[in-house]
């Protein structure tokens, strides 16, 4: 944590102004009149963010200079004379010109890269291995077959075109954002890197095409060499697609619509390898970005991975990027041309700002420095089905000590010429990578205003609260996540902040300023569009809680048993619904190893991204209980021993473990002690219990109904068509029961679908047409199918 004025927030992050160019609407004056009596919210520590791992880079983490202190932020948006070299009147009105034109830029002109790609080993091999190519053929003809991956080829980056295209998209953002700030605490370990020639690779989680723009711009506001960003787009116009592999975009090949139809020509894997090769030969930079949901993106990592192997590239220095929204701009999954693209653009500059953006550069870490030195362990990733399995069909209490494989992560047509195993050493290191970063990248991520309001709403108060009662939950929720240290992207008076967030938020909520009332009452639209944008913009603050969240469902699954076996609970006044009305008594006592068995078994059931993928999943589900003691929810119990504890005279011999396994502690040379647990009989331990229940209860319902609707589908079918009908089944489902729309998003569809193929209960079937899909006939049985919903809908808290 580094100490700051107390005015250093209100300062650095001030909260952009609510627009005055409309006349303000009723709930917003009451909300106004209702806030002026809000103390002001003063910040007075700011956590640092994006360390390298203690773990897999200490190395790299000992290089850290100059992140002891804390040097702002920075707003790009904010554009004026003192940002150039020139001063008076004509200088105000054309700053942005000026300061853009100061810019440094590096030059990357592509020249005889194309030749260089051509003579390269691996795309000779590729050509030689097709049908249509004969053996020794002339330059001339590998040209000729190459001519679809030319133009990709000769991706280039010409500083006026860099310039111009700069000072629109500067432009641009002022239309859409309020102000994007950058963190400028990493920058000069940016600088320093890339002094010293360090190959720099920025990786970003994708979450709108806003990102792919993000990045270089802020790299050339700063003086950095802009990277060649790797763009998942379908662009159709050739005069779009030019200009953008001139500032050195590089794009998806006509004719493949999404990466997944790229990556099915094996010459585009080979050609795009090479590419990187020479990309990194010329000391230029990289951009990817990678997604959590399928993993596409990661196969740029694996390339990379790959040639630091053959010793083509003697390094990179990787550089996690977490970028936050407080409104991310719906531009998610679309194929962009002329005809789309100026709607799009109209759409985006007509509407008034749409909140601030917060860029966060994480400290730069060696890839060769991870993948050598064996600290990045994979030796104990085991199927799903092996880990889960036993529990769910056999009622086993014990699970299966490893990590789950997420072998899907990293398409496997690109190690299908070299790895014939599908779990082969090499593929999982490089499926730990990808893991590795879409982590670090998300907890560089801060938690915007609008994403503690949305979880807010949606995990404590989702019958509606008032606005003095939302203050105070959003006080008390802000220190939890600074204690968990995970910088926040607002500052200012803490009514400044409430009122920006539900101004925001407001075309989702629902307002009620009633005339006989001075504080409004705000209650989520009860709308799939409405549940969406609320449930997207509280993911980041359920990725800060997800040690209580699953050390949460835990409790709630053991509960749920001590329930369904006839043992009797206290309690005062019941539940209402998902909001606890008095306080809740529970006379049970949990027992820890249970308990740490419920929170193992739950960790396997984790979509990519919320583990450390360098922490043993025994040891997060140790560390998941621990937490609910120190959120004091749980209250731990020593078991009365024989032998006092304090008496280690009469011990027997202690039982020592090796030094070399970094998942053991210092204390593991002596004796576990049991310990069992009672939940809080405090007033505000129910509800504190069910907010940390619900952040998951979206995604383990998707789970739930998902498996209901395995007894109704036709299979097989193609996988994009089982994931189709199931996503329908989701809707229809929350349509019926008119709430948990959380759980009806396309990603939360395909989650679970991907999870249900891990746990067996899916078979994969390849054919030409494509993957197939078929229930298993382990699960055609109506038996193992209720099982499986059991053990799921067990960790529902409701």
């Not at 202190?69 to 000026?98: A, K, M, P, S």
């Not at 399928?294 to 970028?323: C, F, H, M, N, T």
């Not at 209490?397 to 047509?413: A, C, D, I, Y």
Request: proline share 6%.
């Amino acid at each position: 944590m580094v100490h700051e004025k107390n005015d250093g927030i209100n300062k650095e992050i001030a909260v952009p102004p609510f627009p005055q160019n409309r006349p303000a609407l009723s709930w917003e004056l009451k909300i106004k009149k209702t806030l002026k009596l809000v103390p002001p919210f003063l910040g007075k520590f700011r956590p640092i963010v994006g360390q390298c791992c203690h773990q897999c880079t200490p190395d790299s983490l000992s290089k850290k200079t100059g992140q002891n202190f804390f040097l702002g932020f920075h707003d790009l948006l904010n554009v004026n004379e003192t940002h150039t070299r020139y001063r008076g009147w004509l200088v105000r009105r054309v700053c942005c010109v000026l300061f853009v034109s100061g810019c440094k830029v590096y030059a990357s002109p592509a020249n005889n890269r194309l030749e260089r790609v051509c003579q390269s080993n691996r795309v000779k091999e590729a050509l030689t291995a097709e049908h249509n190519a004969p053996e020794g053929g002339d330059s001339r003809g590998q040209i000729n077959r190459l001519s679809p991956f030319l133009p990709l080829i000769n991706t280039c980056i010409i500083p006026s075109l860099l310039r111009f295209v700069g000072w629109v998209v500067l432009k641009m953002f002022a239309s859409i954002f309020d102000s994007i700030q950058v963190n400028l605490n990493h920058l000069p370990a940016l600088h320093r890197a890339s002094q010293e020639g360090s190959l720099l690779v920025y990786v970003y989680v994708r979450q709108s095409i806003m990102d792919c723009a993000l990045i270089p711009l802020v790299l050339l506001c700063h003086n950095l060499r802009v990277p060649y960003t790797v763009s998942p787009l379908q662009i159709n116009s050739y005069s779009l697609r030019s200009i953008m592999q001139k500032v050195g975009v590089v794009l998806l090949p006509p004719s493949a619509v999404t990466e997944q139809d790229a990556e099915l020509d094996s010459l585009y894997s080979t050609v795009m390898t090479s590419l990187v090769r020479e990309l990194l030969h010329e000391g230029q930079a990289l951009s990817v970005g990678v997604s959590a949901e399928s993993g596409r993106g990661g196969q740029w990592l694996a390339r990379i991975r790959q040639l630091i192997k053959e010793g083509s590239v003697p390094d990179v220095s990787l550089v996690p990027v977490g970028i936050s929204y407080d409104c991310v701009p719906k531009t998610k999954n679309i194929q962009v041309g002329l005809s789309s693209l100026l709607p799009l653009l109209w759409s985006l500059l007509w509407r008034r700002p749409g909140g601030g953006v917060r860029i966060h550069f994480a400290q730069p870490f060696s890839l060769k420095e991870m993948c050598e030195s064996g600290r990045c362990r994979v030796d104990e990733w085991l199927p799903l089905q092996d880990l889960l399995l036993p529990v769910i069909l056999d009622n086993r209490t014990n699970s299966v000590f490893g990590r789950r494989r997420m072998s899907w992560l990293l398409p496997s047509s690109h190690y299908a010429s070299e790895l014939k195993e599908p779990t082969h050493p090499e593929r999982d290191l490089s499926i730990a990578i990808i893991l590795h970063l879409i982590y670090s990248a998300t907890s560089c991520m801060a938690v915007m205003s609008t994403s503690l309001v949305s979880s807010l709403l949606l995990y404590r108060r989702r019958k509606g609260t008032s606005t003095s009662l939302l203050c105070r939950d959003v006080a008390w929720l802000t220190e939890e996540v600074l204690f968990r240290n995970k910088d926040v992207g607002f500052g200012g008076s803490l009514a400044e902040v409430i009122h920006y967030s539900l101004s925001l938020l407001a075309p989702h909520l629902i307002i009620a300023a009633v005339p006989s009332s001075k504080d409004p009452f705000i209650v989520p639209r009860p709308s799939l569009a409405a549940t969406l944008h609320l449930t997207f913009q509280a993911q980041i603050v359920t990725h800060t809680f997800i040690l209580e969240a699953v050390g949460a469902c835990a409790v709630s699954a053991m509960l749920c048993e001590v329930a369904s076996s006839g043992v009797t609970m206290v309690r005062s006044s019941g539940v209402d619904g998902k909001e606890v009305k008095d306080d809740m008594e529970f006379d049970v006592v949990l027992c820890q190893s249970e308990l740490t068995e419920r929170a193992l078994q739950l960790c396997h059931l984790l979509p990519p991204g919320f583990m450390p993928p360098c922490q043993s999943s025994q040891s997060f589900a140790l560390d998941a209980v621990d937490s609910l003691v120190r959120c004091g929810i749980l209250i731990m119990e020593e078991i009365p021993r024989e032998v006092p504890k304090c008496d280690v005279w009469k011990k027997d011999a202690l039982t020592w473990t090796t030094s070399d396994d970094p998942y053991n502690s210092d204390s593991d040379c002596e004796e576990q002690d049991l310990h069992s647990y009672k939940i809080s009989q405090s007033s505000q331990c129910p509800e504190m219990l069910f907010f940390l229940c619900s952040m998951l209860s979206g995604h383990l319902r998707t789970l739930c109904w998902a498996t209901t609707k395995l007894d109704l589908l036709h299979t097989p079918l193609l996988e994009a068509e089982f994931v189709a009908q199931i996503h329908s089944h989701l809707c229809d489902t929350a349509s019926k029961k008119k709430q948990h729309y959380e759980s009806c998003s396309e990603e939360a569809a395909h989650t679970a679908v991907r999870t249900l193929i891990d746990l067996g209960v899916l078979l994969e079937e390849h054919h030409k047409e494509g993957v197939f899909l078929d229930v298993s006939p382990l699960f055609q049985l109506s038996d193992n199918r209720k099982k499986l919903h059991r053990f799921i809908s067990h960790y529902l808290y409701n």
